[in-house]
């Protein structure tokens, strides 16, 4: 049973497109994170949310939106997608802000044409 | 805020040699500092982890240290394997006005050859 699942694991699409992300943890955690990793393997935080709360932006362009209908799950909408969007955005959940181990869904790569 | 330096950043070895990675951080209030390997293709996960309150956690072939007074920590794997080869990231927990976060290094790609 995935614990972190998230939908599409692939997104070829063009540029000046907008796409959506789905993630949802069945861990029962109150904290879920949307990091992005780039070609070079950087992991990067780009928000986090707690109890449907938006806790952290990480200076991320407003094109990028995320929403938490419930503390289950945390979606990422882009608008106006770039070259440079082009990366594979993890979700992650954890137990709480400062409790408790990451756990990190399988990626979705999004390629930006 | 935090910054989390990591090196090498690629690290070959034979198999059954050891293997250390390094990383400092520079915020003296992270307190949280845990180890993901990631192999090709596939999501980071945890292998270990350790707390500002101890200095040195082992399980079985891997331990990672730690130096508060420095600021700084390392990932110790020994009798290295071919399934070892992956990417190592370490982390620390940010804590800010903005919330709390891992920040992560850049990442080790580690290659055990046979």
């Known amino acids: 049973d995935t614990a972190v699942s998230q939908t599409p694991k692939y997104l070829v699409t063009q540029m000046g497109n907008d796409k959506s992300i789905k993630c949802e943890q069945n861990l029962g955690h109150d904290t879920m994170y949307w990091y992005k990793q780039d070609s070079k393997k950087f992991l990067k935080i780009m928000f986090s949310y707690n109890n449907k709360e938006l806790i952290i932006n990480e200076t991320v362009p407003n094109r990028f939106s995320p929403k938490s209908p419930d503390k289950a799950h945390l979606n990422l909408h882009i608008n106006s997608l770039e070259l440079g969007d082009s990366a594979v955005y993890f979700c992650?959940?954890?137990?709480?802000?400062?409790?408790?181990?990451?756990?990190f869904g399988e990626g979705s790569r999004l390629t930006v044409l | 805020g935090e910054n989390v330096e990591q090196h090498p950043s690629t690290l070959s070895v034979q198999e059954g040699d050891s293997a250390v990675i390094k990383c400092t951080y520079s915020d003296s209030a992270s307190n949280y500092f845990p180890w993901y390997k990631q192999e090709l293709g596939k999501r980071p996960q945890l292998i270990i982890d350790i707390r500002s309150n101890v200095g040195e956690k082992k399980d079985q072939r891997i331990a990672v240290t730690l130096n508060k007074t420095a600021k700084h920590f390392s990932l110790h794997i020994t009798e290295t394997q071919p399934e070892d080869s992956a990417v190592y990231f370490c982390a620390a927990r940010r804590t800010n006005q903005a919330g709390t976060a891992l920040i992560f290094g850049k990442g080790t790609t580690l290659s055990v050859s046979s």
């Open positions: 992650a959940s954890s137990r709480g802000q400062t409790t408790g181990e990451l756990f």
